[in-house]
Protein backbone atom coordinates (compact mmCIF):
# COMPACT_ATOMS: atom_id res chain seq x y z
CA UNK A 1 0.00 0.00 0.00
CA UNK A 2 3.16 2.32 0.78
CA UNK A 3 3.46 2.24 -3.26
CA UNK A 4 0.26 4.59 -3.87
CA UNK A 5 1.66 7.31 -1.69
CA UNK A 6 3.19 8.89 -4.32
CA UNK A 7 0.85 9.03 -6.92
CA UNK A 8 -1.67 11.41 -4.84
CA UNK A 9 1.40 13.98 -5.91
CA UNK A 10 2.00 12.16 -8.89
CA UNK A 11 -1.61 11.80 -11.23
CA UNK A 12 -2.49 15.46 -10.75
CA UNK A 13 0.65 17.31 -11.42
CA UNK A 14 0.76 14.81 -14.48
CA UNK A 15 -2.89 15.54 -15.39
CA UNK A 16 -2.11 19.37 -14.73
CA UNK A 17 0.74 19.57 -17.72
CA UNK A 18 -1.59 17.23 -19.57
CA UNK A 19 -4.58 19.36 -19.44
CA UNK A 20 -2.59 22.66 -20.40
CA UNK A 21 -0.99 20.54 -23.35
CA UNK A 22 -3.74 19.28 -24.84
CA UNK A 23 -7.05 21.76 -23.06
CA UNK A 24 -6.38 24.30 -26.04
CA UNK A 25 -7.31 21.73 -28.93
CA UNK A 26 -9.55 19.41 -27.17
CA UNK A 27 -12.28 21.65 -25.50
CA UNK A 28 -14.56 19.15 -23.51
CA UNK A 29 -11.09 17.23 -22.49
CA UNK A 30 -10.58 19.01 -18.94
CA UNK A 31 -14.23 19.15 -18.32
CA UNK A 32 -14.60 16.01 -18.24
CA UNK A 33 -11.54 13.95 -17.68
CA UNK A 34 -10.15 16.02 -14.31
CA UNK A 35 -13.38 15.41 -12.37
CA UNK A 36 -12.58 11.63 -13.47
CA UNK A 37 -9.27 12.05 -12.01
CA UNK A 38 -10.19 13.15 -8.32
CA UNK A 39 -13.22 10.85 -8.31
CA UNK A 40 -10.48 8.07 -9.20
CA UNK A 41 -8.09 9.69 -6.10
CA UNK A 42 -10.96 10.01 -3.80
CA UNK A 43 -12.14 6.37 -3.81
CA UNK A 44 -8.21 5.42 -3.60
CA UNK A 45 -8.15 7.29 -0.11
CA UNK A 46 -11.42 6.22 1.33
CA UNK A 47 -10.03 2.57 0.03
CA UNK A 48 -7.00 3.68 2.27
CA UNK A 49 -8.48 5.14 5.32
CA UNK A 50 -10.48 1.35 5.47
CA UNK A 51 -7.50 -0.70 4.94
CA UNK A 52 -5.18 1.64 7.10
CA UNK A 53 -6.79 1.91 10.68
CA UNK A 54 -3.45 2.78 13.45
CA UNK A 55 -0.72 1.60 10.88
CA UNK A 56 1.98 4.56 9.77
CA UNK A 57 3.36 3.64 5.94
CA UNK A 58 6.59 5.11 5.31
CA UNK A 59 7.59 5.13 1.74
CA UNK A 60 11.44 6.29 1.00
CA UNK A 61 11.66 8.09 -2.50
CA UNK A 62 14.56 6.89 -4.83
CA UNK A 63 14.54 3.62 -2.52
CA UNK A 64 17.41 5.56 -0.34
CA UNK A 65 17.20 3.30 2.99
CA UNK A 66 18.29 4.54 6.16
CA UNK A 67 21.83 4.14 7.05
CA UNK A 68 23.13 3.12 10.44
CA UNK A 69 19.20 4.37 11.62
CA UNK A 70 19.61 7.71 10.30
CA UNK A 71 17.17 8.03 7.12
CA UNK A 72 18.81 9.57 3.78
CA UNK A 73 16.76 11.00 1.26
CA UNK A 74 13.08 12.00 1.23
CA UNK A 75 10.37 10.46 3.24
CA UNK A 76 6.75 9.61 2.35
CA UNK A 77 4.59 8.95 5.45
CA UNK A 78 0.98 8.61 6.14
CA UNK A 79 -0.99 8.28 9.39
CA UNK A 80 -4.29 8.25 10.06
CA UNK A 81 -4.43 11.54 9.81
CA UNK A 82 -2.97 12.31 6.24
CA UNK A 83 -5.14 9.72 5.13
CA UNK A 84 -7.97 11.41 6.69
CA UNK A 85 -7.16 14.74 5.24
CA UNK A 86 -6.15 13.11 1.55
CA UNK A 87 -9.91 11.46 2.12
CA UNK A 88 -11.24 15.43 2.29
CA UNK A 89 -9.23 16.99 -0.21
CA UNK A 90 -9.64 14.55 -3.05
CA UNK A 91 -13.27 14.54 -2.54
CA UNK A 92 -14.20 17.71 -2.04
CA UNK A 93 -11.63 18.31 -5.26
CA UNK A 94 -13.85 15.90 -7.31
CA UNK A 95 -17.19 17.41 -6.21
CA UNK A 96 -15.29 21.59 -7.17
CA UNK A 97 -14.26 20.13 -10.29
CA UNK A 98 -17.77 18.27 -10.93
CA UNK A 99 -19.25 22.06 -9.97
CA UNK A 100 -17.53 23.80 -12.26
CA UNK A 101 -18.44 21.92 -15.49
CA UNK A 102 -21.09 24.12 -16.01
CA UNK A 103 -19.68 26.73 -13.94
CA UNK A 104 -16.52 27.44 -15.82
CA UNK A 105 -18.77 28.37 -18.67
CA UNK A 106 -18.22 32.02 -17.84
CA UNK A 107 -14.31 32.00 -18.27
CA UNK A 108 -12.21 31.97 -20.94
CA UNK A 109 -9.43 29.84 -21.26
CA UNK A 110 -11.11 27.16 -18.95
CA UNK A 111 -8.03 24.92 -19.48
CA UNK A 112 -5.92 26.74 -17.55
CA UNK A 113 -8.10 27.18 -14.52
CA UNK A 114 -8.47 22.89 -14.74
CA UNK A 115 -4.52 22.84 -14.93
CA UNK A 116 -4.36 25.32 -12.17
CA UNK A 117 -6.56 23.80 -9.95
CA UNK A 118 -4.73 19.89 -10.46
CA UNK A 119 -1.90 21.95 -9.34
CA UNK A 120 -3.18 23.50 -5.92
CA UNK A 121 -4.98 19.45 -5.15
CA UNK A 122 -1.64 18.29 -6.39
CA UNK A 123 0.42 20.32 -3.35
CA UNK A 124 -1.93 19.91 -1.15
CA UNK A 125 -1.83 15.87 -1.33
CA UNK A 126 1.78 16.60 -1.17
CA UNK A 127 1.50 18.24 2.43
CA UNK A 128 -0.38 15.77 3.58
CA UNK A 129 2.08 12.83 2.29
CA UNK A 130 5.17 13.80 3.05
CA UNK A 131 7.43 13.00 5.62
CA UNK A 132 9.90 15.45 5.13
CA UNK A 133 9.53 19.22 6.36
CA UNK A 134 11.78 20.41 3.49
CA UNK A 135 9.26 18.90 1.15
CA UNK A 136 6.14 20.12 2.81
CA UNK A 137 7.58 23.44 2.37
CA UNK A 138 7.81 22.88 -1.77
CA UNK A 139 4.62 21.45 -1.54
CA UNK A 140 2.96 23.75 0.48
CA UNK A 141 4.34 26.51 -2.02
CA UNK A 142 3.09 24.48 -4.85
CA UNK A 143 -0.47 24.36 -3.58
CA UNK A 144 -0.41 28.40 -2.54
CA UNK A 145 1.34 30.24 -5.70
CA UNK A 146 -1.35 27.87 -7.99
CA UNK A 147 -4.01 29.42 -5.48
CA UNK A 148 -2.85 32.90 -5.91
CA UNK A 149 -3.08 32.95 -9.83
CA UNK A 150 -6.42 31.15 -9.00
CA UNK A 151 -7.88 34.36 -6.82
CA UNK A 152 -6.91 36.06 -9.81
CA UNK A 153 -8.16 34.00 -12.88
CA UNK A 154 -11.23 36.46 -13.19
CA UNK A 155 -8.70 38.87 -14.25
CA UNK A 156 -11.03 42.09 -13.08
CA UNK A 157 -9.34 45.05 -10.53
CA UNK A 158 -10.93 43.45 -7.36
CA UNK A 159 -9.44 39.86 -8.05
CA UNK A 160 -6.01 41.13 -9.04
CA UNK A 161 -5.93 43.71 -5.68
CA UNK A 162 -6.84 40.90 -3.31
CA UNK A 163 -4.78 38.18 -4.98
CA UNK A 164 -1.59 40.54 -4.66
CA UNK A 165 -2.21 41.23 -1.03
CA UNK A 166 -2.61 37.42 -0.57
CA UNK A 167 0.36 36.97 -2.24
CA UNK A 168 2.20 39.62 -0.32
CA UNK A 169 0.87 38.24 3.40
CA UNK A 170 1.06 34.49 1.83
CA UNK A 171 4.50 35.39 0.85
CA UNK A 172 5.43 36.67 4.34
CA UNK A 173 4.30 33.55 5.75
CA UNK A 174 6.14 31.13 3.48
CA UNK A 175 9.31 33.17 4.50
CA UNK A 176 8.57 32.72 8.32
CA UNK A 177 8.27 28.61 7.35
CA UNK A 178 11.22 27.98 5.30
CA UNK A 179 13.43 30.59 8.01
CA UNK A 180 11.58 27.89 10.24
CA UNK A 181 12.62 25.39 8.43
CA UNK A 182 15.96 26.39 7.90
CA UNK A 183 16.65 27.16 12.18
CA UNK A 184 15.27 23.87 12.65
CA UNK A 185 17.90 22.02 10.25
CA UNK A 186 20.39 24.40 11.79
CA UNK A 187 19.52 23.03 15.68
CA UNK A 188 19.09 19.10 14.48
CA UNK A 189 21.02 18.34 11.38
CA UNK A 190 18.11 16.65 9.82
CA UNK A 191 14.59 17.43 7.72
CA UNK A 192 13.33 13.98 8.57
CA UNK A 193 10.16 14.72 10.92
CA UNK A 194 10.36 11.57 13.25
CA UNK A 195 14.29 12.25 12.85
CA UNK A 196 13.54 15.45 14.28
CA UNK A 197 11.19 14.43 16.73
CA UNK A 198 13.70 11.82 18.12
CA UNK A 199 16.41 14.51 18.60
CA UNK A 200 14.37 17.42 20.05
CA UNK A 201 12.89 14.85 22.69
CA UNK A 202 16.42 13.28 23.81
CA UNK A 203 18.22 16.87 23.72
CA UNK A 204 17.57 19.53 26.19
CA UNK A 205 15.16 22.76 25.12
CA UNK A 206 17.38 24.79 23.23
CA UNK A 207 16.80 28.42 22.11
CA UNK A 208 16.89 27.84 18.52
CA UNK A 209 14.29 25.12 18.82
CA UNK A 210 11.92 27.77 20.48
CA UNK A 211 12.59 30.40 18.09
CA UNK A 212 12.24 27.47 15.31
CA UNK A 213 9.01 26.79 17.07
CA UNK A 214 7.94 30.53 17.38
CA UNK A 215 8.37 31.40 13.61
CA UNK A 216 6.42 28.37 12.30
CA UNK A 217 3.64 28.89 14.59
CA UNK A 218 3.54 32.60 12.74
CA UNK A 219 3.99 30.85 9.78
CA UNK A 220 1.32 28.58 9.84
CA UNK A 221 -0.96 31.22 11.52
CA UNK A 222 -0.84 33.60 8.32
CA UNK A 223 -1.12 30.68 6.11
CA UNK A 224 -4.58 29.50 8.02
CA UNK A 225 -5.63 32.87 8.31
CA UNK A 226 -6.10 32.85 12.47
CA UNK A 227 -6.96 35.99 13.70
CA UNK A 228 -4.25 38.30 13.50
CA UNK A 229 -3.04 37.55 10.19
CA UNK A 230 -6.66 37.11 9.35
CA UNK A 231 -6.94 40.22 6.83
CA UNK A 232 -5.76 38.59 2.95
CA UNK A 233 -8.59 35.90 3.64
CA UNK A 234 -11.87 37.43 3.04
CA UNK A 235 -10.71 39.47 0.12
CA UNK A 236 -8.91 36.50 -1.63
CA UNK A 237 -11.99 33.75 -0.33
CA UNK A 238 -14.36 36.38 -1.94
CA UNK A 239 -13.05 37.34 -5.17
CA UNK A 240 -11.79 33.76 -6.93
CA UNK A 241 -14.52 31.54 -8.69
CA UNK A 242 -16.67 30.09 -6.72
CA UNK A 243 -15.55 26.20 -6.50
CA UNK A 244 -11.90 27.25 -5.70
CA UNK A 245 -13.40 29.40 -2.39
CA UNK A 246 -15.09 26.55 -1.99
CA UNK A 247 -11.40 24.60 -1.80
CA UNK A 248 -9.84 27.13 -0.47
CA UNK A 249 -12.28 27.33 2.34
CA UNK A 250 -12.88 24.03 2.56
CA UNK A 251 -9.38 22.39 2.34
CA UNK A 252 -6.49 25.08 1.44
CA UNK A 253 -6.40 27.18 5.08
CA UNK A 254 -6.70 23.50 6.76
CA UNK A 255 -4.21 21.27 4.51
CA UNK A 256 -1.50 23.86 4.40
CA UNK A 257 -2.35 25.96 7.66
CA UNK A 258 -3.91 23.72 10.28
CA UNK A 259 -2.70 20.22 9.43
CA UNK A 260 1.11 21.92 9.31
CA UNK A 261 0.32 23.66 12.76
CA UNK A 262 -0.98 20.18 14.48
CA UNK A 263 1.53 18.12 12.66
CA UNK A 264 4.73 20.34 13.76
CA UNK A 265 3.20 21.05 17.31
CA UNK A 266 1.83 17.54 18.28
CA UNK A 267 4.18 15.37 16.16
CA UNK A 268 7.59 16.98 16.15
CA UNK A 269 8.12 19.71 18.90
CA UNK A 270 8.11 18.28 22.61
CA UNK A 271 4.95 19.70 23.84
CA UNK A 272 5.36 22.85 26.07
CA UNK A 273 1.84 24.28 27.44
CA UNK A 274 2.91 28.02 26.84
CA UNK A 275 2.91 27.41 23.19
CA UNK A 276 -0.37 25.07 23.73
CA UNK A 277 -1.85 28.37 25.79
CA UNK A 278 -0.92 30.72 22.80
CA UNK A 279 -2.60 28.05 20.16
CA UNK A 280 -5.83 28.11 22.38
CA UNK A 281 -6.04 31.60 22.58
CA UNK A 282 -5.19 32.16 18.80
CA UNK A 283 -8.74 30.09 18.70
CA UNK A 284 -10.73 31.81 20.82
CA UNK A 285 -9.58 34.92 19.60
CA UNK A 286 -10.40 33.72 15.65
CA UNK A 287 -13.53 32.35 17.21
CA UNK A 288 -15.03 35.43 18.55
CA UNK A 289 -13.20 38.58 15.80
CA UNK A 290 -14.52 36.36 13.02
CA UNK A 291 -18.04 35.68 13.66
CA UNK A 292 -18.60 39.43 14.80
CA UNK A 293 -17.33 40.62 11.76
CA UNK A 294 -19.20 38.65 9.22
CA UNK A 295 -22.62 39.63 10.89
CA UNK A 296 -21.62 43.34 9.33
CA UNK A 297 -21.15 41.59 6.07
CA UNK A 298 -23.78 42.45 2.82
CA UNK A 299 -21.74 40.23 -0.04
CA UNK A 300 -22.09 37.08 0.39
CA UNK A 301 -18.86 35.04 0.07
CA UNK A 302 -17.23 37.75 2.23
CA UNK A 303 -19.79 37.47 5.24
CA UNK A 304 -18.80 32.96 4.45
CA UNK A 305 -15.63 33.85 4.41
CA UNK A 306 -15.17 35.61 8.04
CA UNK A 307 -17.35 32.75 8.85
CA UNK A 308 -14.51 30.18 8.09
CA UNK A 309 -12.25 32.26 10.37
CA UNK A 310 -14.69 31.82 12.96
CA UNK A 311 -15.09 28.21 12.33
CA UNK A 312 -11.05 27.01 11.75
CA UNK A 313 -11.42 29.25 15.40
CA UNK A 314 -13.71 26.30 17.05
CA UNK A 315 -10.84 23.70 15.69
CA UNK A 316 -7.66 25.27 16.81
CA UNK A 317 -9.29 25.81 20.13
CA UNK A 318 -10.06 22.54 20.86
CA UNK A 319 -6.81 21.24 19.39
CA UNK A 320 -4.54 23.51 21.64
CA UNK A 321 -6.96 22.77 24.70
CA UNK A 322 -5.86 19.01 23.95
CA UNK A 323 -2.30 19.84 23.83
CA UNK A 324 -2.96 21.77 27.19
CA UNK A 325 -4.49 18.67 28.72
CA UNK A 326 -1.66 16.79 26.90
CA UNK A 327 1.07 19.07 27.93
CA UNK A 328 -0.16 19.14 31.83
CA UNK A 329 -0.30 15.57 32.50
CA UNK A 330 -4.25 15.93 32.45
CA UNK A 331 -6.85 13.44 31.63
CA UNK A 332 -6.04 11.66 28.54
CA UNK A 333 -9.23 10.82 27.76
CA UNK A 334 -10.64 14.11 27.64
CA UNK A 335 -7.21 15.38 26.02
CA UNK A 336 -8.51 12.82 23.22
CA UNK A 337 -12.13 14.05 23.26
CA UNK A 338 -10.77 17.62 22.69
CA UNK A 339 -8.51 16.65 19.59
CA UNK A 340 -11.30 14.74 18.81
CA UNK A 341 -13.80 17.29 18.43
CA UNK A 342 -11.10 19.60 16.82
CA UNK A 343 -11.15 17.17 13.85
CA UNK A 344 -14.18 16.38 13.74
CA UNK A 345 -15.12 19.49 12.96
CA UNK A 346 -12.63 19.82 10.63
CA UNK A 347 -14.03 17.29 8.56
CA UNK A 348 -17.61 18.67 8.97
CA UNK A 349 -16.55 22.56 8.32
CA UNK A 350 -14.64 21.28 4.93
CA UNK A 351 -17.76 20.21 3.68
CA UNK A 352 -20.49 23.00 5.16
CA UNK A 353 -18.64 25.58 3.80
CA UNK A 354 -17.75 23.85 0.38
CA UNK A 355 -21.78 23.41 0.08
CA UNK A 356 -22.12 27.37 1.28
CA UNK A 357 -19.46 28.60 -1.08
CA UNK A 358 -20.92 26.84 -3.95
CA UNK A 359 -24.66 28.10 -3.15
CA UNK A 360 -23.13 31.40 -3.04
CA UNK A 361 -21.77 30.33 -6.63
CA UNK A 362 -25.43 29.42 -8.00
CA UNK A 363 -26.34 33.16 -7.21
CA UNK A 364 -24.11 34.75 -8.35
CA UNK A 365 -23.92 32.21 -11.46
CA UNK A 366 -27.99 33.64 -11.96
CA UNK A 367 -28.60 36.71 -10.93
CA UNK A 368 -24.68 38.55 -11.58
CA UNK A 369 -24.56 40.16 -8.00
CA UNK A 370 -23.40 38.68 -4.86
CA UNK A 371 -25.06 41.70 -2.59
CA UNK A 372 -27.38 40.22 -0.17
CA UNK A 373 -29.26 43.92 -0.04
CA UNK A 374 -30.30 43.07 -3.79
CA UNK A 375 -31.40 39.66 -3.72
CA UNK A 376 -34.78 38.21 -2.79
CA UNK A 377 -37.26 36.09 -2.24
CA UNK A 378 -35.59 33.31 -4.40
CA UNK A 379 -36.88 30.14 -2.80
CA UNK A 380 -39.66 29.47 -5.23
CA UNK A 381 -37.11 30.03 -8.73
CA UNK A 382 -33.98 28.65 -7.03
CA UNK A 383 -35.52 25.44 -4.77
CA UNK A 384 -32.25 23.65 -4.46
CA UNK A 385 -29.71 26.15 -4.29
CA UNK A 386 -32.47 27.36 -1.47
CA UNK A 387 -32.69 23.97 -0.15
CA UNK A 388 -29.73 23.24 0.19
CA UNK A 389 -28.10 25.84 1.51
CA UNK A 390 -30.23 25.88 4.40
CA UNK A 391 -29.31 22.35 5.46
CA UNK A 392 -25.76 24.13 5.06
CA UNK A 393 -26.63 26.88 6.97
CA UNK A 394 -28.20 24.61 9.76
CA UNK A 395 -24.86 22.36 9.60
CA UNK A 396 -22.72 25.32 10.12
CA UNK A 397 -24.90 26.94 13.20
CA UNK A 398 -25.05 23.69 14.79
CA UNK A 399 -28.92 22.08 14.84
CA UNK A 400 -29.17 18.83 15.13
CA UNK A 401 -29.10 16.51 13.57
CA UNK A 402 -26.84 17.91 11.07
CA UNK A 403 -23.26 17.01 11.43
CA UNK A 404 -21.94 20.77 12.23
CA UNK A 405 -24.10 20.36 15.92
CA UNK A 406 -22.31 16.86 17.07
CA UNK A 407 -19.49 18.31 16.61
CA UNK A 408 -19.37 21.62 18.31
CA UNK A 409 -21.31 20.11 20.72
CA UNK A 410 -18.02 17.54 21.65
CA UNK A 411 -15.87 20.53 21.77
CA UNK A 412 -17.77 22.05 23.83
CA UNK A 413 -18.25 18.85 26.07
CA UNK A 414 -14.21 18.56 25.65
CA UNK A 415 -14.29 21.99 27.55
CA UNK A 416 -16.13 21.79 30.23
CA UNK A 417 -15.01 18.38 31.12
CA UNK A 418 -11.08 19.99 31.29
CA UNK A 419 -12.32 23.19 33.41
CA UNK A 420 -12.24 25.73 30.73
CA UNK A 421 -15.84 26.76 31.22
CA UNK A 422 -15.15 30.36 30.11
CA UNK A 423 -14.09 29.03 26.58
CA UNK A 424 -17.30 26.43 26.70
CA UNK A 425 -19.55 29.02 27.39
CA UNK A 426 -17.66 31.53 24.27
CA UNK A 427 -17.88 28.46 21.93
CA UNK A 428 -21.96 28.97 22.67
CA UNK A 429 -22.15 31.99 22.26
CA UNK A 430 -20.50 32.22 19.24
CA UNK A 431 -22.49 29.33 18.05
CA UNK A 432 -25.34 31.50 18.60
CA UNK A 433 -23.79 34.41 16.44
CA UNK A 434 -23.34 32.16 13.70
CA UNK A 435 -26.91 31.04 13.77
CA UNK A 436 -27.93 34.80 13.79
CA UNK A 437 -25.69 35.30 10.36
CA UNK A 438 -26.78 32.08 8.59
CA UNK A 439 -30.43 33.46 9.41
CA UNK A 440 -29.82 36.49 7.98
CA UNK A 441 -28.21 35.35 4.83
CA UNK A 442 -31.65 32.84 4.42
CA UNK A 443 -33.69 35.60 5.10
CA UNK A 444 -32.53 37.89 2.80
CA UNK A 445 -31.51 35.47 -0.18
CA UNK A 446 -34.21 33.45 -0.11
CA UNK A 447 -37.15 34.20 1.51
CA UNK A 448 -38.43 37.80 2.11
CA UNK A 449 -39.96 40.01 -0.42
CA UNK A 450 -38.80 39.55 -4.26
CA UNK A 451 -36.16 42.08 -5.52
CA UNK A 452 -36.99 43.92 -8.54
CA UNK A 453 -33.11 44.33 -9.82
CA UNK A 454 -32.13 40.42 -9.33
CA UNK A 455 -34.51 37.56 -10.55
CA UNK A 456 -34.13 34.71 -12.34
CA UNK A 457 -36.53 32.06 -14.19
CA UNK A 458 -35.04 29.26 -13.30
CA UNK A 459 -32.19 26.99 -11.01
CA UNK A 460 -28.64 26.47 -11.66
CA UNK A 461 -27.79 23.64 -14.49
CA UNK A 462 -27.64 20.03 -13.25
CA UNK A 463 -24.08 19.79 -12.90
CA UNK A 464 -24.15 22.32 -9.88
CA UNK A 465 -27.60 21.03 -8.71
CA UNK A 466 -26.15 17.49 -8.46
CA UNK A 467 -22.88 18.82 -6.99
CA UNK A 468 -24.73 20.67 -4.32
CA UNK A 469 -27.48 17.52 -2.87
CA UNK A 470 -24.41 15.58 -2.81
CA UNK A 471 -23.01 18.22 -0.02
CA UNK A 472 -25.88 18.58 1.28
CA UNK A 473 -26.25 14.59 1.96
CA UNK A 474 -22.81 14.41 3.07
CA UNK A 475 -23.89 17.08 5.40
CA UNK A 476 -26.19 14.97 7.20
CA UNK A 477 -24.44 11.42 6.66
CA UNK A 478 -21.33 13.23 8.52
CA UNK A 479 -23.59 13.48 11.41
CA UNK A 480 -23.16 9.31 11.95
CA UNK A 481 -19.67 10.08 13.01
CA UNK A 482 -20.43 10.67 16.35
CA UNK A 483 -21.42 6.90 16.54
CA UNK A 484 -18.45 4.74 18.27
CA UNK A 485 -18.22 2.46 14.61
CA UNK A 486 -17.44 5.00 12.24
CA UNK A 487 -16.10 6.99 14.65
CA UNK A 488 -13.18 4.29 15.54
CA UNK A 489 -12.68 4.00 11.46
CA UNK A 490 -12.43 7.38 10.30
CA UNK A 491 -11.49 9.92 13.05
CA UNK A 492 -9.98 7.79 15.65
CA UNK A 493 -6.60 6.50 13.98
CA UNK A 494 -6.66 10.42 12.76
CA UNK A 495 -6.72 11.66 16.88
CA UNK A 496 -3.70 8.72 17.76
CA UNK A 497 -1.74 9.54 14.58
CA UNK A 498 -1.59 12.86 16.89
CA UNK A 499 -1.29 11.92 20.18
CA UNK A 500 0.87 8.97 19.93
CA UNK A 501 3.79 11.26 19.85
CA UNK A 502 3.29 13.56 22.63
CA UNK A 503 2.23 11.00 25.72
CA UNK B 1 9.85 47.92 -32.70
CA UNK B 2 12.36 47.43 -34.99
CA UNK B 3 15.46 46.07 -32.66
CA UNK B 4 18.88 47.66 -32.45
CA UNK B 5 21.62 48.50 -34.49
CA UNK B 6 22.94 46.74 -36.98
CA UNK B 7 26.08 46.00 -35.21
CA UNK B 8 24.09 45.03 -32.00
CA UNK B 9 21.94 42.42 -34.24
CA UNK B 10 24.95 40.90 -35.85
CA UNK B 11 27.07 40.43 -32.50
CA UNK B 12 23.99 38.60 -30.74
CA UNK B 13 23.44 36.49 -33.48
CA UNK B 14 27.09 35.55 -33.12
CA UNK B 15 27.12 35.14 -29.64
CA UNK B 16 23.44 33.46 -29.51
CA UNK B 17 24.64 30.42 -30.53
CA UNK B 18 27.85 30.45 -27.94
CA UNK B 19 25.54 31.08 -24.87
CA UNK B 20 23.39 28.20 -25.99
CA UNK B 21 25.73 26.08 -25.95
CA UNK B 22 27.49 26.78 -22.73
CA UNK B 23 23.99 26.26 -21.35
CA UNK B 24 23.81 22.66 -22.85
CA UNK B 25 26.95 22.54 -21.48
CA UNK B 26 26.29 23.44 -18.29
CA UNK B 27 23.11 21.11 -17.80
CA UNK B 28 25.37 17.96 -19.24
CA UNK B 29 27.92 18.40 -16.65
CA UNK B 30 25.03 19.00 -14.06
CA UNK B 31 26.34 15.72 -11.68
CA UNK B 32 29.95 16.83 -12.35
CA UNK B 33 30.59 20.48 -11.58
CA UNK B 34 28.69 23.26 -9.73
CA UNK B 35 25.52 24.18 -12.11
CA UNK B 36 23.01 21.57 -13.39
CA UNK B 37 19.73 21.85 -14.90
CA UNK B 38 17.88 25.00 -13.45
CA UNK B 39 21.15 27.18 -13.93
CA UNK B 40 21.43 25.95 -17.56
CA UNK B 41 18.00 26.57 -18.09
CA UNK B 42 18.42 29.79 -17.64
CA UNK B 43 21.64 30.29 -19.17
CA UNK B 44 19.68 28.91 -22.70
CA UNK B 45 16.35 30.77 -22.04
CA UNK B 46 18.46 33.68 -21.96
CA UNK B 47 20.38 33.16 -25.79
CA UNK B 48 16.67 33.53 -26.62
CA UNK B 49 15.58 36.06 -24.66
CA UNK B 50 18.87 38.23 -25.98
CA UNK B 51 17.73 37.52 -29.49
CA UNK B 52 14.11 38.69 -29.16
CA UNK B 53 15.21 41.92 -27.81
CA UNK B 54 17.93 42.87 -30.20
CA UNK B 55 16.16 42.07 -33.23
CA UNK B 56 12.86 43.51 -32.03
CA UNK B 57 9.38 42.14 -31.02
CA UNK B 58 7.90 42.02 -34.01
CA UNK B 59 10.31 39.98 -35.98
CA UNK B 60 9.40 36.76 -34.16
CA UNK B 61 5.84 35.30 -34.98
CA UNK B 62 5.29 35.98 -30.61
CA UNK B 63 1.53 34.44 -30.18
CA UNK B 64 3.42 30.98 -32.17
CA UNK B 65 6.61 31.35 -30.47
CA UNK B 66 4.85 31.41 -26.74
CA UNK B 67 2.32 28.33 -27.40
CA UNK B 68 5.24 26.51 -28.86
CA UNK B 69 6.92 27.59 -25.81
CA UNK B 70 4.72 26.16 -23.12
CA UNK B 71 3.76 23.31 -24.98
CA UNK B 72 7.55 22.59 -24.71
CA UNK B 73 7.59 23.53 -21.01
CA UNK B 74 4.41 20.96 -20.31
CA UNK B 75 5.91 18.39 -22.36
CA UNK B 76 9.47 18.70 -20.52
CA UNK B 77 7.51 18.50 -17.06
CA UNK B 78 5.62 15.00 -18.69
CA UNK B 79 8.51 13.33 -19.78
CA UNK B 80 10.09 14.24 -16.12
CA UNK B 81 7.31 12.18 -14.31
CA UNK B 82 7.33 9.21 -16.69
CA UNK B 83 10.75 9.28 -16.25
CA UNK B 84 10.10 9.25 -12.22
CA UNK B 85 7.71 6.83 -12.23
CA UNK B 86 9.10 4.58 -14.66
CA UNK B 87 11.69 3.63 -11.17
CA UNK B 88 7.71 2.47 -9.71
CA UNK B 89 8.15 -0.50 -12.73
CA UNK B 90 11.46 -1.45 -13.11
CA UNK B 91 14.31 -3.22 -10.65
CA UNK B 92 13.50 -2.41 -6.91
CA UNK B 93 9.87 -0.48 -8.07
CA UNK B 94 10.97 2.90 -6.13
CA UNK B 95 9.79 5.68 -6.89
CA UNK B 96 12.28 8.19 -8.25
CA UNK B 97 14.48 4.65 -8.43
CA UNK B 98 17.78 4.94 -10.11
CA UNK B 99 17.33 2.49 -12.58
CA UNK B 100 20.37 3.01 -15.20
CA UNK B 101 23.85 1.59 -15.01
CA UNK B 102 25.84 4.11 -12.84
CA UNK B 103 29.07 4.21 -14.45
CA UNK B 104 32.67 5.47 -12.98
CA UNK B 105 31.86 8.30 -10.95
CA UNK B 106 33.93 11.20 -12.42
CA UNK B 107 32.67 10.06 -16.16
CA UNK B 108 30.47 12.43 -18.11
CA UNK B 109 28.02 9.25 -18.77
CA UNK B 110 27.68 8.21 -15.27
CA UNK B 111 25.26 8.78 -12.31
CA UNK B 112 22.35 6.76 -13.94
CA UNK B 113 19.21 8.97 -14.60
CA UNK B 114 20.84 12.33 -13.22
CA UNK B 115 22.23 13.42 -16.07
CA UNK B 116 18.97 12.42 -18.11
CA UNK B 117 16.96 14.40 -15.27
CA UNK B 118 19.39 17.47 -15.59
CA UNK B 119 18.38 17.74 -19.35
CA UNK B 120 15.12 17.39 -18.60
CA UNK B 121 14.77 19.92 -15.98
CA UNK B 122 17.14 22.27 -18.13
CA UNK B 123 14.69 21.98 -20.71
CA UNK B 124 12.06 23.26 -18.62
CA UNK B 125 13.51 26.16 -17.29
CA UNK B 126 14.64 27.76 -20.63
CA UNK B 127 11.05 26.81 -21.67
CA UNK B 128 9.35 28.41 -18.75
CA UNK B 129 11.58 30.98 -18.45
CA UNK B 130 11.12 32.03 -22.34
CA UNK B 131 7.17 31.74 -21.95
CA UNK B 132 7.16 34.34 -19.15
CA UNK B 133 9.79 36.67 -20.86
CA UNK B 134 7.35 36.29 -24.00
CA UNK B 135 3.88 36.96 -21.60
CA UNK B 136 5.24 40.01 -20.58
CA UNK B 137 6.49 41.34 -24.00
CA UNK B 138 3.02 40.43 -25.78
CA UNK B 139 1.35 42.26 -22.90
CA UNK B 140 3.29 45.21 -23.85
CA UNK B 141 2.70 44.61 -27.13
CA UNK B 142 -0.90 44.71 -26.92
CA UNK B 143 -1.25 47.58 -25.03
Redesign the interface.
Known amino acids: ME ?1 LL ?1 LFV ?1 IP ?2 FA ?2 T ?2 LG ?1 YIPLFHRIAIPLVFLFLSVLSVWMMANLRETVLT ?5 WEPVNGIPVGIHLSADGFSVLLLVIINSLAFLSAFYSYAYIEQYTSGHYFYALFCLMVAGMNGVAVTGDIFNLYVFLEIAAIASYALVAFGIKKEELEASFKYQVLGGIGSLFILFGIGVLYWATGTLNMADIHKIIGSTAVSPGIVFAGVLLLAGFGIKSAMVPFHSWLPDAHSSAPSPISAMLSGVLIKSIGIYCLLRFFFNIFTASSQVAYVITTLGVASMVIGAFLAIYQWDIKRLLAYSSISQIGYVVMSAGIGLILLCNHGDIHVAALAIFGGIYHLMNHAFFKGLLFLNAGSLEYRLKTRNLLKMGGLASSMPVTSSTSLVASMAIAGIPPFNGFFSKLVIIVAAVKSGFYGLAIIAVIVSIITLSLFLKFQRYAFYGKPSESATTEKDVPFSMEGTMILLAVCCLLLSLLIFPFFRNLILMPAVHALMNATI | MNGMSLIVKKITQLMAGIIFLYGVYVMLHGHLTPGGGFAGGTIVAGSFILLIVANGIRVFGLHREEQLSSAVESIAILVFLLLATAGLLTGAMWFFQNYMPHGTPGNLVSAGLIPVYNLVVGTEVAAALLTIFLGFVIYKAED
Open positions: APVLGFIALRYMVGG
